[in-house]
């Protein structure tokens, strides 16, 4: 069982049941556009990283039409229909299938994005992500990262695992799609929120926070620090020291 073949084989009903399976859909999907600062009217490029079938892409293109949208995934049958989602607006969106770990990322980008997939590494590849990510935007560019994440405790990440498990079911979830679902999770590798942060203050990001939160759906990210007048970067703090924290699987 590997991410680009089970996302494979999961592509022709992804979008059917998202609203199924995130029943925090609008507002997940919502806060991680609303992060983004630009005005309306303007014409961002930004990269989304694991895109699958366009669904924060479509969201983005919504809020800024102009925008410049380059997909980066490993699944082809997800980008299938990514391409057929945005074949209207030609080379405004650019698919592309690779490893966003190892293959050229391109850019700079004024935004990074990714949704629902940084969480498949492991803790040492998302932190080298982080590192990646920040070099390709621009000074004053940001990072946003709609994910599953890890609660502090094991009985808090249970008891987030137990509660979307419920809401899925109140959705009127076909049993076998819910079974699909939850061997999607055996592929997670949570890491929590307060872990995520310090990475991204560590790769050199600054304004990193969460800016929303529901069980395990979370939406955080920074900003790559902005040029001074002269050319040097502002003065960064040192993030403080945060102990050791447990893995447990979870998922969604």
């Known amino acids: ?17 998202r609203r199924q399976l995130i029943p925090c859909f609008d507002d997940f999907y919502g806060s991680a556009v609303e992060t983004l600062p630009f005005p309306r009217g303007a014409a961002p490029r930004i990269l989304d990283l694991g895109a699958g079938t366009g669904l924060l892409a479509e969201r983005l293109l919504a809020r800024w039409p102009r925008a410049r949208l380059v997909l980066l995934d490993l699944s082809e049958e997800m980008l299938d229909r990514a391409r057929r989602r945005f074949a209207h607006l030609g080379r405004q969106v650019v698919v592309r ?3 966003y770990l190892a293959d050229p990322l391109g850019g700079p980008y004024d935004a990074v994005v990714s949704a629902l997939s940084i969480h498949h590494l492991s803790d040492p590849a998302k ?7 920040h070099g390709v935007l ?5 990072f946003v990262d709609a994910d599953n994440v890890l609660a502090p405790t094991p009985a808090l990440a249970a008891a987030d ?9 109140r959705s009127g979830i076909a049993d076998a799609e819910l079974a699909a679902a939850l061997r999607r999770t055996r592929l997670d590798v949570l890491a929590p929120l307060s872990d995520q942060l310090a990475w991204l203050r560590a790769a050199g990001f600054d304004e990193v926070d969460c800016r929303y939160k529901w069980l395990h759906f979370a939406v955080f990210g920074g900003r790559r620090t902005r040029l001074r007048r002269g050319g040097g970067a502002r003065p960064r703090s040192s993030p403080p020291r945060r102990p050791p924290s447990g893995r447990r699987p979870a998922g969604a």
């Open 1 to 17: 069982m590997d991410v680009k073949s089970t996302f494979d084989a999961a592509a022709p009903a992804y979008d059917r049941l």
């Open 97 to 99: 299938s690779g490893d």
């Open 127 to 133: 932190r080298a992500l982080f590192r990646r990510v």
């Open 138 to 142: 621009r000074p004053g560019g940001w």
């Open 161 to 169: 695992r137990k509660g979307w498990i419920v809401r899925v079911r």
